[in-house]
């Protein structure tokens, strides 16, 4: 059962969803974002001081940062690549959320269930990889669901009940979809009530999978 929640990036459309979500199943909440806290993902100390200075522990740590692109749009193709772009996806996809989970480890109790989440992409999935092109979205979602599993592996031997997964919520209604009108978009309402009801029926056998809104496994 889950009684506090961290959840990053609060204020953004995905977010703020789940954390209101979780304050409507009577869950204490503890939001952090750029926006409203000064929290910047892509510097450790930031993160490290942001971090340290929460008490207690919590039963879910959630990450629901995450960019698509900071030019104009995914790439299409290999000649459209640039390592700025790629560099600043990897950057906020992959290692701020590393950063993130390094420094809630002092937040995740030793014996009981705990649930460490952030929010991956089917693109992300190498085996499920038909349409190409999307290089840096698709390369830094895939680095962070390594993230992810390799983490699990570790985390597993402290703490038995730890629980890493990688999400995906579905293409969800937000300024970070906006751009795609021909994509069937989820509101972000409903997205949270999905990730929140599939959170809550995970095991510890579920650590480091990759799994959809609706607990439907993602090929790696």
């Known amino acids: 059962m889950i009684e506090n929640a961290l959840v990053i990036g609060a204020s953004g459309g995905i977010g703020q969803a789940l954390a209101d979500e979780l304050v409507s199943r009577s869950i204490e909440v503890t ?10 993902i892509t510097h450790e100390a930031n993160v490290s001081e942001r971090l340290g200075a929460l008490e207690g522990r ?12 900071t030019s104009d749009g995914p790439e299409k193709s290999i000649g459209a690549m640039s390592s700025n772009e790629m560099a600043n996806l990897f950057a906020v996809n992959t290692i701020g959320p590393a950063l993130i989970l390094k420094h809630a480890k002092q937040l995740f109790a030793r014996n009981q269930k705990t649930v460490f989440a952030v929010l991956s992409a089917r693109v992300g999935s190498i085996a499920d990889n038909r349409l190409g092109g999307w290089y840096s979205y698709r390369a830094s979602k895939a680095a962070l669901n390594q993230v992810v599993r390799t983490a699990s592996v570790e985390l597993q031997r402290t703490h ?3 629980i890493c997964i990688a999400l995906h919520p579905g293409t969800v209604a937000t300024t970070f979809t906006r751009n795609y009108p021909k994509q069937e978009t989820i509101p972000p309402k409903q997205a949270a009530r999905n990730l929140v009801d599939v959170i809550e ?20």
Not at 31 to 40: E, H, V
Not at 58 to 69: C, E, M, W
């Open 58 to 69: 919590y039963d879910l740590v959630i990450v629901a940062t995450g960019i698509l692109s």
């Open 31 to 40: 939001r952090l974002s750029r926006r409203q806290d000064g929290l910047d």
């Open 201 to 220: 029926q995970l095991s510890p056998e579920d650590t480091g999978h990759f799994i959809d809104y609706v607990g439907k496994e993602i090929p790696w």
């Open 160 to 162: 038995k009940q730890l």
